[in-house]
Every structure is written in C-alpha cells, then in structure tokens.
C-alpha cells in the first residue's frame, strides 16, 4: 500500500493473557491517533482481538475488553500486531490462538510483534528463516525455541520483508512510528513522535541498548555519574586522561584502570560517545551546520566527527541528519 492511500487500514492488535499493558498501548496510542497529513483524517482503524474476545488480565491490574479473531477476519486487515508479554511462554504452545493468527495474518499487508511477543509470531511460522529481534531477556528463549528464526539481540526493531519485530516494551512505540512513516510518510510519525513527547524516530539499527542506559547499567554505582555529567557540560574543553582524573580526585593511571575495568571502555572512547549522543541531538533538533556542531561538541573539525559517527552509530553526520532531523527542528530550536 502506498503513502497516504484512500483506502482504510485496519490494523489488529492480538493479546492473551497475561500480556505487558505498555506493549499494547504504546503502539496502539501510535495508531489511533496518527492522521493522514493529506486528509487529515485517521490513517487506521484500531482493534484488539484475542482467541476468547472477552476481557483479558494484563500484568497490571487493568484487564483489557477483545473482540474474538474471527470477528475482523473478513476486514482486510493491513496490519496485524501481536502483542508481548509474561503469558507469550503459554500463548506459543496455544495451538488454537496460533491457528488463528495463521488464519489473521494469511492475507494481512504486514505482520509485527512487540517485545516477546515475537515467540508467538514465532510459533506460526512467520519468523522462519528471517531475521528477528525481541527483547533482549527473550532472545535466548527465542532461538532455542525457534532455531529457524535469526534471532539479533541488539536492534530495537527489525523489518523483514513484511514481517516487523521489535525489542522490549517502549521500542514497540519506536517501531509503530517507523511503519507510520513507511504508510503515511516520515512527517506524520514525527508529528506523532512529538505530540506523544517521545524522541524522534529511532532508526531499527540502533541498538535497544542506548549509550547512556549502558554507562548507567555499567556504573551502578553511581562512581562515574558526576564525570559523565561534566564531560556533556564541558564538550568543547580538552580531556586528556589527566584532566578527567582529576575531577574525581584519582591518579591518572588508576583512574582510567578502574574505567575500563568497570565500563567496559576507555575513558577517550566514553568522551568521543559523549560527544557523539550530543551532536546527534543537534543534528535531529537544529539547523546548524555539520561544521557548526562539530565545534560545539568538541571535535573541533567535521572529519574528526565523520570518523567519531562512523565508530559510533555506523552512519555519516550528513546520513543521520538526512535520516532523523524533524521536519518541524526550525520552528524553535534553530540556532545561528
């Protein structure tokens, strides 16, 4: 289906007991509220639907209403999501819920799951020598379930063909704006993007592992947090090993030791990451130039941050800008 088609799409969101309520309303809030920038009017038409289409228990204490399956079987659905959670163990070894969705899916123009619920998409087939991504505490699960799927632990999302899989929770949301983009145009998921207030559209080959939730899970502790939070103050100073000791009073030779010991990095790689996460936030929110920022993340020239985002994100400046700047990033964060 190409952008901004007339005709409706309907998307069906399948859940079981025992699913993750974020899994289901994140995408689904994504849905339901994105509007055809032609027309403005709904670009899909939303359902939930479970094998029982009765009131299904999440893992909160907010059960959710369903329609049965067989009940949007003759709706020419567009999209079917099948939804993660504790109860995907249980719902992949449901031969009845897996023949329907087979039977869902059949005719369906693309196919998605969030989170675990990659398990059950799975348990029909689908998953069968494409490649596949959940999260990340699933993926072992995954691949000794399923040994013809190729499973990836790191990207938050992934498209095979027609077939869409996402990692834990939050990157459902990252997912549902990427296909968004891909039915209505980038313009409409970047303006669900920043009614919902939730980041720009995250490119599926970023890692589920964000750099900074990295550093936070490598320094649990906390040791390093005040260093990490001077180095984004300080981008454009120098930051020699020496200087970087001393602003949590370590020799030189100890502290960057106890670094790589504990993050896993170098102290010079952690300030060229830094760098990199503040420039790419210019890059997605400004119209400065690539020169500009350079500078203002203290790589002091654009082919030392060309070599810096290579390392980093596997992409150019110019690429990531050309990928992720908003089309609303001048209406008040431009700067000269």
């Known amino acids: 289906m190409t952008p901004n088609s007339a005709k409706p799409r309907h998307v069906a969101f ?11 309303v994140g995408p689904l809030q994504v849905f339901s509220h994105a509007l055809d920038p032609e027309t403005g009017a709904p670009g899909y038409t939303c359902h939930v639907v479970s094998a029982s289409g009765t009131m299904t228990q999440t893992n909160t204490v907010l059960p959710i209403p369903s329609q049965r399956i067989e009940s949007v079987a003759d709706l020419n659905i567009h999209t079917v999501v099948i939804v993660g959670g504790d109860g995907a163990n249980r719902a992949m070894l449901d031969d009845g819920l897996i023949a329907q969705i087979r039977m869902l899916t059949r005719h369906a123009h693309r196919v998605a799951s969030v989170c675990s619920g990659a398990l059950v998409m799975a348990a029909t087939g689908l998953l069968d020598g494409r490649r596949a991504v959940t999260h990340w505490d699933d993926c072992e699960t995954l691949a000794k379930c399923f040994p013809k799927v190729r499973v990836e632990m790191d990207p938050i999302y992934i498209k095979d063909g027609h077939v869409w899989t996402s990692a834990g929770i939050t990157a459902g949301i990252d997912m549902a704006l ?159």
Not at 14 to 24: A, H, R
Not at 271 to 282: D, G, M, P, S, Y
Request: charged share 20%; proline share 4%.
């Open 178 to 336: 990427a296909i968004v983009a891909e039915d209505l145009g980038r313009a409409a998921a970047f303006g669900m993007a920043r009614s919902m207030v939730t980041q720009m559209v995250r490119s599926g080959g970023q890692s589920q592992f964000s750099p900074v939730l990295s550093r936070q899970w490598s320094d649990s502790a906390g040791q390093f947090e005040a260093l990490h939070a001077w180095i984004s103050d300080n981008l454009t100073s120098a930051m020699p090993v020496e200087t970087l000791a001393a602003q949590i009073g370590m020799s030189p030779r100890n502290f960057a030791r106890v670094y790589k010991a504990s993050m896993g990095v170098t102290p010079a790689k952690a300030v060229e990451a830094i760098r990199t996460e503040n420039a790419q936030t210019l890059l997605e929110t400004t119209d400065l130039s690539i020169k500009a920022i350079s500078a203002r993340c203290g790589f002091n020239d654009e082919d030392r941050m060309r070599r810096a985002f290579l390392r980093q994100v596997n992409v150019s400046p110019s690429e990531y800008r050309n990928n992720f700047q908003a089309p609303y990033a001048s209406e008040g964060l431009r700067t000269n």
């Open 14 to 24: 399948v859940i079981y007991p025992d699913i993750v309520l974020l899994d289901l």
